[in-house]
């Protein structure tokens, strides 16, 4: 069989699944998966809420996979800066792109630009203790309104209303307890377009949601619909069962008089942030009414709501890379079964997993069969596929040290955990996370 040598850029889970798959499927492969962080994981570590351990329990089988023989992880390495794809294609027989989708979706409404309206996925990474994103958030805001219906806009809307202290058996940075510490919210209120049935929330977190004592969650009616379409989609699939029938709980018990509220808004479309003085002041939005497909249409109502600031959890988008074919109405790398393509066909050698092949879509776990189809895409294009140029499998740390590139290694992202797990333990807590790239570079060469 065939020796090659694959880069995988991204440590997330799409690139640590492909490689792991990569790996079982061709005992001659050997890869080298990239992050532009020193540490791996991605959205595991980044973009997963701090109080749901349960979900980052994937750690330990990412972990396994990074840990093979077959497998180095190679960190703080930003492709397109440090590294680029013709400099790949010299050291390796094929690239597969999986970085994801960092940015948040735009959304085109009146007032998204105001000081105190801010993207869900900033707050994430902040909240996530990302090295790349500023130490402060602003929180001065006691009314707030979270526009989404999925599980970032839950976890944004949690996250803003659970009080600092409850945080102390998580990895939150101390940065992040003190801005928490210092939240003024009372009130969030969740707006969804669409009724119950086509919420987006896993039935689990919208069932956490009231674990925290200090909050209550109230449902509105207003907007509580089921039409013949919604009732069929309830029929269908446990899943939106379990959430409309959480939410019907919520809609019918008495609130407790916590000190902090979660209100979900159903059939209430977000059409502009209103402003004083340059502020955000308020936020209006249209009634809809469900029209039996699954899908909403205005009715000419507005609303106004009291908030002093907005969050967009509308959907992530993923961002161009360089020498790499992009779809910008998609957000997505043209591809076909994982394939890249460009406007002459398929781009030879190079390949692309995750997020940014089919968009922003989908649990973590998904994305393992989108791996699995990628790499047999790969393992078929073999013998069209050209050795690479350069075969020592050394000589690609000897570029990168050329150019001047501070990478970290597997070992070295290892030391970098067990310092966070003795932070935490200090504390009576699993791990603090290390925020600052020169700090998590260091503590990794202790």
Not at 302 to 308: A, G, M, S, T
Request: charged share 25%.
């Amino acid at each position: 069989m065939r020796s090659i040598r694959v880069a995988v850029i991204g440590a997330g889970p799409a690139g640590i699944y492909a490689a792991d798959i990569l790996a079982n499927e061709h005992p001659g492969a050997r890869i080298d998966v990239f992050d532009r962080l020193p540490a791996p994981y991605g959205l595991v570590r980044y973009g997963v809420a701090p109080d749901h351990p349960r979900i980052k329990e994937i750690i330990k089988a990412l972990r396994r996979v990074l840990s093979r023989e077959e497998i180095r992880f190679i960190g703080n390495v930003n492709y397109g800066a440090d590294i680029k794809l013709t400099d790949l294609r010299r050291h390796y027989d094929a690239v597969i792109f999986a970085t994801g989708a960092r940015k948040d979706r735009p959304l085109d409404i009146p007032g998204i630009d105001l000081p105190g309206s801010h993207g869900a996925a900033d707050f994430v990474s902040w909240y996530d203790g990302h090295p790349d994103v500023p130490r402060d958030w602003p929180l001065q805001a006691r009314h707030v309104a979270v526009l989404g219906a999925g599980n970032v806009a839950l976890d944004v809307a949690r996250m803003l209303a659970k009080p600092a202290d409850e945080q102390l058996t998580t990895d939150i940075p101390d940065n992040v307890y003190r801005g928490l510490a210092a939240n003024q919210a009372t009130d969030v209120h969740v707006f969804a377009r669409r009724g119950p049935a086509q919420i987006k929330f896993s039935p689990m977190e919208f069932r956490e949601l009231s674990h925290s004592p200090s909050i209550d969650v109230i449902v509105h009616p207003e907007g509580f619909e089921i039409d013949e379409g919604s009732q069929q989609a309830i029929n269908k699939t446990k899943s939106i069962k379990l959430v409309v029938d959480t939410m019907m709980k919520y809609l019918d018990q008495e609130p407790t008089g916590a000190p902090h509220r979660i209100h979900i808004h159903l059939c209430q479309a977000p059409v502009a942030i209103l402003s004083e003085d340059g502020k955000v002041v308020g936020l209006r939005t249209e009634v809809t009414e469900l029209t039996g497909d699954g899908t909403v249409r205005g009715t000419g109502e507005y609303k106004d709501w009291p908030v002093e600031a907005v969050y967009r959890a509308v959907g992530y988008l993923s961002s161009p890379l360089a020498d790499v074919p992009f779809d910008h109405h998609d957000g997505v790398i043209p591809n076909e079964a994982g394939r890249v393509q460009d406007m002459d066909g398929q781009v030879p050698g190079v390949y692309v997993t995750g997020w940014i092949k089919r968009g922003p879509i989908g649990l973590i776990g998904h994305t393992k069969s989108d791996a699995s189809e990628t790499v047999h895409s790969l393992l078929a294009d073999l013998a069209d596929i050209a050795a690479p140029e350069i075969a020592d499998p050394e000589s690609i740390f000897e570029q990168l040290r050329g150019s001047g590139v501070d990478y970290t290694t597997w070992s070295e992202w290892e030391a970098l955990d067990a310092h966070e797990t003795a932070l935490g333990q200090a504390e009576s807590r699993e791990r603090i996370k290390v925020v600052d790239r020169e700090e998590m570079i260091a503590s990794g060469r202790c």
